[in-house]
């Protein structure tokens, strides 16, 4: 899907690629609907256990679970960051898709508020990060990569003071100064 994009998918493409029988995969996901559910969810379930992932990385005190999601969001590779946008392409066709997406993001926001910044500041990380992905998948986002960096240090640190008392949290090949 991310290959080809959503228009393309079909369940003998999936089932050729995959090297199963269709009547296989038709066992596992009995429509076409199916199978996007069940890669919405798994698209969903890989981007929670980067973000528990980054969270865990954090030593001692608890982290700030603001930032490890930004951080998950932001140092997606290229290959998941396409199929996240071919997923959301599909998705945004099939309207009980999205219910998964939406339950996901009410549920994050309802966390991340808790927070001691608040409902506000909260929601403004979780726009801007939002903005910079989408600005990208849909290939309008006029930043060059030094002005890219600065806009994710900055939501970095937005997500950062967030949480002030929170152990920073430390990614692997993660963007200079997210430690």
């Known amino acids: 899907m991310a290959e ?18 269709k009547g296989g995969l038709l066992y596992h996901f009995p429509s076409k609907e199916a199978l996007l559910a069940g890669m ?20 001692g005190a608890a982290a700030n679970p603001l930032l490890a999601h930004v951080l998950a969001l932001l140092e997606t590779a290229d290959a998941d ?7 959301l392409a599909a ?8 219910s998964a997406c939406r339950a996901n993001y009410a549920g994050k926001l309802e966390r991340f508020a808790a927070l001691p910044c608040g409902f506000e500041r909260t929601a403004l990380v979780l ?11 849909l290939r309008v986002a006029p930043f060059t990569a030094e002005q890219r960096a600065q806009a994710v240090q900055a939501l970095i640190r937005a997500a950062r003071d967030c949480v002030p008392d929170a152990v920073p949290v430390p990614v ?4 200079a100064g997210a430690q």
């Open 4 to 21: 080809h994009g959503a228009a393309r998918l079909t369940l003998d493409a999936v089932a050729q690629a995959a090297g199963v029988s």
């Open 91 to 98: 998705a945004a066709g099939e309207p009980a898709l999205m």
């Open 127 to 137: 726009l801007a990060v939002d903005g910079l992905l989408l600005g990208e998948l």
């Open 172 to 175: 692997p090949g993660g963007p």
């Open 81 to 87: 960051r396409a199929l996240g946008s071919a997923l």
């Open 40 to 59: 919405v969810d798994r698209y969903l379930a890989m981007v929670e256990r980067r973000t528990a992932a980054a969270a865990e990385a954090a030593t």
